[in-house]
Each structure stands twice: as structure tokens, then as C-alpha cells.
């Protein structure tokens, strides 16, 4: 697939026509990113937009004593890095890759120049930043008001929404997550995570084998964490 098919594909570019996809195409530098190894840091300078074309990357916080919270799990046609280069300040997160990742990069003064020539792509561009604000928000929310179950499922249905494809048993979630990885997601601890899924196995709602989740009973699943 093109640069340009790729670009046609994202939410912020979809609104371009076939020359100016083109155009921003020609602006795009390939990067490749190891498993585990770290796009970015938080408090780094952000100079581009990142944009992946293959793999998956994490977007997450942690802290200096080793604790970490998910914010988002991305995988191809999903960017990130934009609000660096709107504001001109630091990263806010830090970025990983999941595993070996296939990114294009657009740089902060090129981007700039296309955003003044494009009115259409900024008002895409609020919108992606809009998402990004409700995400926070929901995190927020779920960390002072959700318990631990409740939580685990928002999390779980979310991603069979947005990264899951129907198999003939139910709802697989794609990517293949370790009870540390979504804890993470979910901003609570393993323990509760383990005896959460163990549940929900025995109670025959989901299956969890080698990291790899199938949501058996969705809609009854949200229903209980109700």
C-alpha cells in the first residue's frame, strides 16, 4: 500500500483529495522501531507527527518509581505526536512500540505549512485532539468512581470495539495483552485483573488463553459491570 492510500485511510487526511495526499505524501520519512523500544519520553522536544504504517505502539505515563498507566494501545492508520506539534511544548507521554514498528514521520514545520494551506485537515486535526481529551476524561472518571471490575471491562469492551474482529466463538481482542499490560489499561493492579478474568472464565463470559481474550458473552458482560 502507498503512503497515500495509508494517509486516505487516517480521519485526519480523509477529507484530501488524491493530489493533495500526494503532496503530503512526498513530506512522510519511513522509521523502523524494535519491540520495546521507546518512541519517545515524556519531557522530550516534539518536532514530528508519527504515523504507523505497521505494529502496534503504546501510549503511556509512568513514574520515577516504576509504575505505569496505559492510555492508549494504537496499531496501523492511527497517528500520535500531534499535540506537540500544535503547542510547541514537550511531550506530555511516552510512546513505545509494542512490537516492531513500521512508522512515517511528518515534521513539525512542514506539517505546519500544510495546516495553513488546508483549513480542512486542521478542523480533522481538532477533532482528533477532541478524542484524545475524551479519553482522558473517561480515565480520569473511571479512576475516581469505577472499583477494579468495572474498569476491567470498560477496558475489555473498548478494545473489542475498536481492535476486535468477530471469530466463530465471540469477540477476539487483536492484540495479545499480559495481565501486567492491562492492568495497566485499567490503572489497577495485577492482582485484581487476575481475579477479575478468573471470573469472568468461570463464569464462562470470556476465554483467556496465552494472552489472547475472546469476549464469549459481550453484552452480558456489560451488563454485570453495570
Known sequence: MSYAQLLAEIPMFESLGREDLETMSSLLQPR??????????????????????RGQVAIRLSSSEGREITLALLDRGDAFGELSLLDGESRSTDAMAREEAHL?????????????????VSLA??????????RTTQLVYDSAFLDARSRLVRVLLELAKTQGRQGPEGLVI?????QSELA??????????NKWLRYYVREGMLSFEGGQIILLQPERLGQDAE
Open 125 to 134: 486535526l481538532l477533532a482528533n485532539m477532541s478524542r484524545l481529551v475524551r
Open 174 to 178: 487483536t492484540p495479545k495483552l499480559t
Open 32 to 53: 523502523r522501531f524494535a519491540r520495546g523500544e521507546v518512541i519517545f519520553h515524556r519531557g522530550d522536544v516534539g518536532t514530528a507527527l508519527f504515523i504507523i504504517r
Open 184 to 193: 495497566n489499561l485499567c490503572g489497577v493492579t495485577r492482582e485484581s485483573v
Open 104 to 120: 512515517l514521520t511528518l515534521q513539525r514545520d512542514d506539517f505546519r505549512r500544510y495546516l495553513e494551506t488546508r483549513p480542512q
